[in-house]
């Protein structure tokens, strides 16, 4: 950060007046900031020191800006802009005014039926969008998931692992990328991944939403990637009766190790959360 004697400002960034950290990802920093040049709060996504010096990982955090930039939906956080400073890529977001769907998972647990819905499908519709320029999330978990307050707005976010399904060059097998809860088998396995990945995650998420559990945890990531590949999740019917049929039917099959036997896509997620 550039010096700043503004009161309540840490640095600067460009035109942006950086006001405080609000997240620590495994590849960003993201800051609360004001941009001076348009008068609207933002927030800032710089990729973290260790990773500023390599090449590669410059090159997959650009990625995540042109994920983003190459979808257009409602539900998906847009990039506002891409810059540099002092060596240290960083992206400009729209600030979102509330909370993460982790957060809500932590304070409340499992969430009534209504709300689950409401939020899943808002994500699905966002998965979806990016499903259709073929490009695979590789991340989908209660963080990545932003939450307006008061019921508004759901947000998918952070494409940081995204990548173009047709880029071959960028494929690097025996490289897990996500979090070990929200793995697929095949990215438990360190095997190459396509967009049925995301559809393992996105059941994963429905499953902590109507349980407030992941459906795979363990001591140890490699206790989780190993129930992932090789044990059947507890039976959500036994930890929520209360749930419809049908939605426990979209998870189990959201579930499936092998990924022929998941849903055709997240064009599907959304079509069978709608009459919910």
Same mark, same amino acid.
């Given at each position: =950060?550039?010096?700043?004697?503004?009161?309540?400002?840490?640095?600067?960034? @460009?035109?942006?007046?950086? /006001?405080?950290?609000?997240?620590?990802?495994?590849?960003?920093?993201?800051?609360?900031?004001?941009?001076?040049?348009?008068?609207?709060?933002?927030?800032?996504?710089?990729?973290?020191?260790?990773?500023?010096?390599?090449?590669?990982? /410059?090159?997959?955090? =650009?990625?995540?800006?042109?994920?983003?930039?190459?979808?257009?939906?409602?539900?998906?956080?847009?990039?506002?802009?891409?810059?540099?400073?002092?060596?240290?890529?960083?992206?400009?977001?729209?600030?979102?005014?509330?909370?993460?769907?982790?957060? =809500?998972?932590? /304070?409340?647990?499992?969430?009534?039926?209504?709300?689950?819905?409401?939020?899943?499908?808002?994500?699905?519709?966002?998965?979806?969008?990016?499903?259709?320029?073929?490009?695979?999330?590789?991340?989908?978990?209660? *963080?990545?998931?932003?939450?307006?307050?008061?019921?508004?707005?759901?947000?998918?976010? *952070?494409?940081?692992?995204?990548?173009?399904?047709?880029?071959? *060059?960028?494929?690097?097998?025996?490289?897990?990328?996500?979090?070990?809860?929200?793995?697929?088998?095949?990215?438990?396995?360190?095997?190459?991944?396509?967009?049925?990945? @995301?559809?393992?995650?996105?059941?994963? $998420?429905?499953?902590?939403?109507?349980?407030?559990?992941?459906?795979? @945890?363990?001591?140890?990531?490699?206790?989780?990637?190993?129930?992932?590949? *090789?044990?059947?999740?507890?039976?959500?019917?036994?930890?929520?009766?209360? $749930?419809?049929?049908?939605?426990?039917?979209?998870?189990?099959?959201?579930?499936?190790?092998?990924?022929?036997?998941?849903?055709?896509?997240?064009?599907?997620?959304?079509?069978?959360?709608?009459?919910?």
């Amino acid at each position: =950060l550039e010096p700043s004697e503004e009161e309540g400002v840490e640095g600067l960034i @460009d035109q942006y007046a950086v /006001r405080r950290l609000i997240a620590r990802g495994g590849m960003g920093l993201v800051f609360e900031a004001l941009d001076r040049g348009l008068l609207r709060k933002v927030a800032i996504k710089v990729l973290i020191p260790q990773l500023a010096a390599s090449e590669q990982s /410059r090159a997959r955090f =650009l990625r995540e800006a042109r994920a983003v930039a190459a979808i257009d939906h409602e539900h998906v956080l847009p990039i506002h802009a891409v810059g540099e400073a002092k060596g240290f890529p960083y992206l400009v977001m729209p600030l979102v005014e509330g909370e993460s769907l982790h957060a =809500l998972l932590r /304070r409340e647990g499992a969430l009534p039926i209504g709300e689950l819905v409401r939020i899943a499908l808002a994500a699905a519709k966002g998965l979806a969008a990016a499903h259709e320029r073929d490009l695979v999330h590789r991340d989908i978990k209660p *963080d990545n998931v932003l939450l307006e307050a008061d019921g508004g707005r759901v947000w998918l976010a *952070d494409f940081g692992l995204a990548r173009a399904v047709d880029e071959r *060059d960028l494929t690097r097998t025996g490289l897990l990328a996500g979090t070990p809860q929200f793995s697929s088998p095949e990215q438990a396995g360190g095997e190459e991944v396509d967009l049925r990945t @995301d559809l393992f995650s996105f059941g994963s $998420l429905l499953y902590v939403m109507a349980t407030g559990t992941p459906p795979f @945890d363990g001591e140890s990531a490699l206790a989780v990637l190993r129930k992932i590949t *090789d044990s059947e999740a507890p039976s959500l019917v036994e930890k929520r009766p209360d $749930l419809p049929p049908a939605l426990v039917a979209l998870v189990e099959e959201l579930l499936a190790k092998d990924p022929a036997g998941r849903p055709a896509g997240a064009g599907e997620i959304v079509a069978r959360l709608e009459p919910l």
